[in-house]
């Protein structure tokens, strides 16, 4: 046996255990995110599929807090775009963070999609539109620390959930799930910083 063999068998195992280190340091440097006293979980998971959180913020009004809200993909986006064209399971998780009357709430999504939309494609949009504002309407008001979920499901649709309660059918048309994103990642988001940290740049 030449020495080259003998060294490169001596070295077997060191490279072994870094080969485990390397492919354990995704899900280790996986962390949560804290935005607005809210701990967003590094993963969570939608019917049997495990997303990461890709970045989380809050959203301002003036100087208030509104709520806070966490992105999670299947894989880390950095653009709109990349989070648009993304396959596969996406959330939006939004904690309040102070009590809001939700139909009013409810009226300012429908504006966020349709100042991110031209005029014919939110036009498409607008019975979903209506089915979403209502839906916001009959809980009257969102209290600090409610949650609403914003889940897009291929196959299914986009399926709002709020206070731990599916709100009815999904919205089938993949154009709704990312008209809803427009309100946070379109041109004229809700609020710049929130865009940024949902799409993981940070200060």
Known sequence: MTSSIRRALRQWPLCCALATFALALPAQAAQPIEAGGVSFAPTQSVQQTALVL???GVRYKTVFKVYAAGLYL?????????????PGKKRMEVRMLREIDSS???????RGME??????AFSRLVPGVLRMSQ??????K????????????PGAGTI????????????????FFNALMGIWLGSQPADWKLKDALLGKVD
């Not at 969102?142 to 499901?153: A, E, H, K, Q």
Request: zero cysteines; hydrophobic letters at 35%; proline letters at 6%.
């Open 54 to 56: 890709n970045g989380a």
């Open 74 to 86: 299947e894989k880390p986006a950095r653009t709109p775009a990349e989070v648009l064209t993304q």
């Open 104 to 110: 009013e709430l409810g009226k300012l999504f429908a």
């Open 115 to 120: 100042d991110n939309m031209d005029k014919i």
């Open 135 to 140: 839906i916001f309407s009959d809980h009257k």
């Open 142 to 153: 969102l209290d600090t620390g409610d949650v609403f979920l914003i889940d897009w499901v």
């Open 160 to 175: 709002i959930t709020v206070r731990g309660k599916q709100q009815g059918e999904p919205f089938k048309e993949p154009e």
